[in-house]
């Protein structure tokens, strides 16, 4: 076994977020709206030595199973990243992470002056207008924001 996965103990159910570019794996817990407050174990390894990347994060969600709809927001932040299902120790489904053209519901519209931040029910909707570096222009207010802007 390689230094690789002895870096982080195996799970026996959840998702396990591999080949996360180094250093990012706080901001992709943020996005995915993981705080550690529902009890469930959640390891997370940075700047891990790795074959693909020369450095990579690793993020382990134990008992949460997270939706393609879920993980395609890691996109914006580490678009190498690859998302497993784990069950029962084995991996069950295995994704790249895929960036959609329009993120509906996913961030809120910084904007504190923006209607989908009013008390009317609107689902946000950002729409992705560079990929590299990350940005992103609402529908509502059409302000542009860097990702930063929106974790
Ligand atoms: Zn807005």
Known sequence: ?????????????????????PGTALRVLSALGVTGQDGH????????????LSKKDIVKIENRFLRADETNKIALISPSATVNIIR??????KRNVDLPEVLEGVFHCPNPTC???????????????????????????TRVFKLEDLL
């Open 115 to 141: 209607i989908s931040n009013s008390s009317e029910p609107l689902t946000p909707l950002l729409t992705v207008v560079s990929r590299s570096p990350p940005k992103l222009r609402c529908k509502y207010c």
């Open 88 to 93: 029962n120790f084995k991996v069950v489904e």
């Open 41 to 52: 174990i959640v390891t997370i390894a940075m700047n891990v030595p790795s074959d693909k």
């Open 1 to 21: 076994m390689s230094e690789e996965h002895l870096a982080v103990r195996r799970i026996r159910e959840g998702t396990v977020i591999d080949h996360v570019a």
